[in-house]
């Protein structure tokens, strides 16, 4: 047999991968059992916690609510009324017409008091009007033309102004006045302010009169409210055929009311 240039024989292929299969298995084999220890060492640990507990309620969290209330009262500066005509023809084309040529003339006039595009809404509808009789059952009357104005007033002097339209060109639907205020959210945050100023001395008080810390706060809820005062509903006297508008108008106010509740930890 003839020798390789060191001068030593080569050693088998299959002898070479049988020693290095058996260092892997050793390798896997000492991982597995260094897992095993720590898997073991844990479960001995989690045992002994466990039998700390055993018959022990479980700690619950000690917390407390308290509430908070503030109001801020406002006057209302906006008046909101509904200004609209109704009308009947067998010709939709006639009863469109007709109702269009009472409502431009309310809205050409509104505009020359200097009521804004923006303060206008208008609701129209047309559907069709049915009589009925015992003799001759349900029977088509007309088509039903109904077109009205949502008319925010911005300027209460002109309150008198606007309700005089209803009269002056024939309205039909006239609601009351109701009065709001325009921008709450100034309010709404002095009335969270105050709310939050209240729910602080009773969060004090409690705390020294049940001899306890409070800790972070664990939940946070608010909910507003408002109560309208002396909110009138003046109704014109077109509604009856006719007259001048209210002479005097009160807008009266606005109680913006807010609600905080805050849920505190207690500590010891």
């Known amino acids: 047999m003839p020798l390789s240039m060191s001068g030593n024989k080569q050693e088998p292929k299959s002898d070479f991968h049988n020693h290095f299969g058996k260092k892997i298995i050793m390798t896997i084999v000492g991982i597995l059992l260094v897992y095993g220890v720590f898997y073991v060492g844990t479960l001995i640990r989690n045992n002994v916690k466990k039998y700390d507990f055993i018959g022990k309620a479980d700690r619950m969290e000690r917390t407390i609510i308290i509430n908070g209330f503030g109001k801020v009262t406002g006057n209302n500066d906006i008046a909101m009324t509904i200004i609209g005509y109704s009308n009947t023809d067998k010709d939709v084309a006639k009863a469109q017409a007709a109702n269009k040529k009472v409502m431009d003339q309310i809205y050409a006039e509104l505009k020359k008091i200097g009521v804004a595009d923006k303060d206008l809404q208008s609701n129209y509808s047309i559907y069709p009007d049915y009589n009925y009789t015992e003799a001759k059952g349900q029977e088509l009357r007309g088509y039903r033309v109904s077109n009205s104005l949502t008319v925010k007033i911005r300027d209460l002097s002109k309150i008198s102004d606007v309700l005089g339209l209803a009269g002056k060109y024939g309205a039909t639907e006239v609601s009351g006045l109701s009065f709001t205020i325009d921008d709450p959210e100034n309010l709404k945050a002095q009335a969270r302010d105050k709310a939050l100023a209240d729910l602080k001395v009773k969060a004090n008080r409690l705390a020294n009169a049940l001899g306890v810390r409070l800790g972070g706060i664990i939940s946070y809820n608010e909910y507003e409210g408002g109560i309208d005062l002396y909110q009138q509903k003046v109704y014109m006297g077109a509604e009856m055929g006719g007259g001048d508008?209210?002479?005097?108008?009160?807008?009266?106010?606005?109680?913006?009311?807010?609600?905080?509740?805050?849920?505190?930890?207690?500590?010891?």
């Open 245 to 268: 508008g209210p002479a005097a108008i009160s807008g009266g106010s606005k109680d913006v009311t807010m609600n905080v509740s805050v849920t505190y930890e207690v500590l010891q």
